[in-house]
């Protein structure tokens, strides 16, 4: 059994791996470790010879205008550094689609686009960093997922997963303020992926991971209506008229290496989030009313 390393931002597909995962691989999941502090990444890495390494870069819905986001970069590098050092022989990096320049349309964007222009934004630059590094070593793969959604998100931290909650609770009206063409995937998409990545010996390299079937904003909120009204609950849309840009990928470069892999559908996905919310009232009303830090 492969001893695997979960680091970084544990979030939703962190919880979704180790919960569908967590008796094929040993997985650890160290609480409170600063990893932007080397001396504590080399003692875990070093204490436990790890199989693999899956880093979690923290999630960024809106970028930031600073130079770099300096903490996710020293995080990076120490895990990194220590995995090379320790040798793993695996290191999986779970990122977005930031470190390409997002400011300007991205339509089934391919893998050979990264380069081609540096993001504007810090979160950008920072991303861009990171997938240079880890195209640098031996054992680096990125995957570069373009939004994901399931049981779990937190509902202040999400866009998403806001949205999904009126299906559920809170006001019976979901406001979008712009609308956007978009490719996120269920998340337990992306823990299938990292297993698969972790079990096979596949190329190293950056890959998108997308759905094949983009949606948009209105769509999937029509996808939360339909499903309130099945559960007697009438929610309204409101729409404006502005568009955001599209942000798709082309999933061709996985494909010819993973084979054909099956995304979860959009319908599939939400009813499947929803029906966890619907068991779990109380954890989404408590998050709605949190404040977001």
């Not at 050092?85 to 990264?114: A, H, M, N, Q, W």
């Not at 991303?127 to 049981?151: C, E, Q």
């Not at 390299?205 to 209105?218: H, Q």
């Not at 009438?234 to 502005?242: G, H, L, N, T, Y």
């Amino acid at each position: 059994m492969q001893k695997v390393l979960l680091t970084g931002d544990k979030g939703l597909i962190a919880t979704d791996f180790t919960e569908t995962f967590g008796k094929k691989f040993a997985i650890a999941s160290p609480e409170e470790t600063d990893w932007k502090n080397y001396a504590q990444t080399a003692a875990i890495l070093g204490d436990t010879r790890y199989d693999a390494v899956v880093h979690f870069v923290a999630p960024r819905e809106t970028p930031s205008d600073s130079w770099l986001d300096s903490e996710e970069l020293v995080a990076f590098t120490n895990v990194q550094y220590a995995s090379v050092l320790f040798g793993v022989k695996k290191l999986i990096v779970v990122s977005d689609p930031y470190d390409l320049d997002t400011s300007e349309e991205l339509v089934r964007v391919s893998e050979e686009t990264f380069g081609v222009s540096m993001p504007r934004s810090g979160v950008g630059r920072t991303r861009y960093l990171i997938t240079k590094l880890a195209s640098s070593d031996k054992i680096s793969t990125v995957l570069r997922v373009f939004g994901a959604y399931g049981k779990g998100a937190r509902v202040n931290k999400h866009r998403l997963t806001e949205i999904l909650s009126h299906a559920i609770t809170g006001k019976k009206q979901i406001e979008l303020p712009a609308n956007k063409t978009f490719s996120a995937v269920y998340a337990e998409d992306v823990a299938r992926l990292i297993a698969l990545f972790l079990e096979e010996k596949l190329p190293r390299g950056v890959y998108n991971v997308a759905n094949p079937t983009p949606t948009s904003l209105s769509e999937y909120a029509k996808k939360v209506k339909a499903y309130a009204k099945k559960n007697e609950r009438e929610i309204e849309i409101v729409s404006e008229k502005a568009v955001l840009p599209e942000c798709t990928a082309s999933t061709d470069k996985l494909n010819e290496t993973v084979g054909s892999f099956k995304f979860t559908s959009l319908g599939t996905g939400v009813n499947k989030t929803l029906d966890y919310y619907k068991a779990h009232k109380g954890k989404l009303r408590r998050e709605k009313g949190e404040s977001e830090t």
